[in-house]
């Protein structure tokens, strides 16, 4: 079975879909790291994110074992993996990498901005996890100085804000809802009960535990 969610910054969607793989035993790819990784190679080139030609060769030969990098995690990645992850050419080369992962026999969970729009429109299950954006942005402040990267509140909000906007306005692959996804709105559920109401619909589908 294939489970595709998708939603804004910080909306909780790669905690649902981290604990919804573990319990039906399916393989999840958090498809965000995919453009935080082409962003932060272009970086490390000291290439600008703008250059769509070295974004684009950046995407083809783009290594797994990268995905690890703990700079992928930051804010400044998520900003500038926003900026590459617009142009057509770099979401063209991730296309592939991403539905042969969704191809594995079993199925898997994958989260991103367009999993059940583009990359998996057959998935079984999809969900568009959301939330207020203070709410996202209370979140990521909290989870970012947990992390040793303090920043100050007014700041995520703004740049979730950004982010959302951008994301959503592209051409390509822009953030929507697909036709036939379940909405999961967080802004007053905990982790726990965000699982809850994604494994009923999920086992509404067929879902089996792994
Ligand atoms: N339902 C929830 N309620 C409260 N906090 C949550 C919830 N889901 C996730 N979080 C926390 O919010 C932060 C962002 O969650 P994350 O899953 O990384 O979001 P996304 O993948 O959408 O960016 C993390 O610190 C996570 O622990
Ligand atoms: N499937 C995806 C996943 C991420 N992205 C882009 O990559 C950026 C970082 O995504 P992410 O999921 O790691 O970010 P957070 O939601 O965790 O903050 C997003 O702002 C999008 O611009 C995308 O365009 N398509």
Do not use: N
Request: aromatic share 4%.
């Amino acid at each position: 079975m294939v489970i595709a969610i998708d939603g804004p910054a910080a909306s909780g969607k790669g905690t649902l879909a981290k604990r919804l793989a573990l319990y039906y035993g399916l393989p999840h790819l958090d498809t965000g790291l995919l453009y935080r990784a082409v962003a932060l190679t272009l970086l490390d080139a000291g290439r600008d994110l703008a250059d769509e030609a070295a974004a684009a060769a950046a995407a083809q030969s783009l290594s797994p074992d990268f995905l690890g990098d703990p700079r992928l995690r930051g804010s400044a990645m998520g900003e500038a993996a926003s900026i590459v992850s617009a142009q057509g050419a770099v979401r063209a080369a991730l296309l592939d990498w991403q539905r042969r992962f969704a191809g594995a026999p079993a199925g898997a969970v994958l989260d991103g901005r367009d999993i059940g729009t583009v990359v998996c429109p057959d998935a079984a299950v999809k969900l568009f996890v959301t939330a207020s954006a203070e709410e996202r942005a209370r979140r990521r402040h909290r989870e970012l100085g947990g992390r040793g990267e303090p920043v100050a509140y007014e700041a995520v909000l703004a740049d979730i804000l950004r982010r959302d906007a951008r994301d959503a306005d592209r051409d390509a692959a822009p953030l929507r809802v697909a036709e036939d996804a379940v909405v999961i709105d967080t802004t007053s559920l905990d982790a726990e009960a965000a699982f809850r109401a994604a494994t009923r619909v999920v086992d509404g589908r067929g879902g089996e535990r792994g």
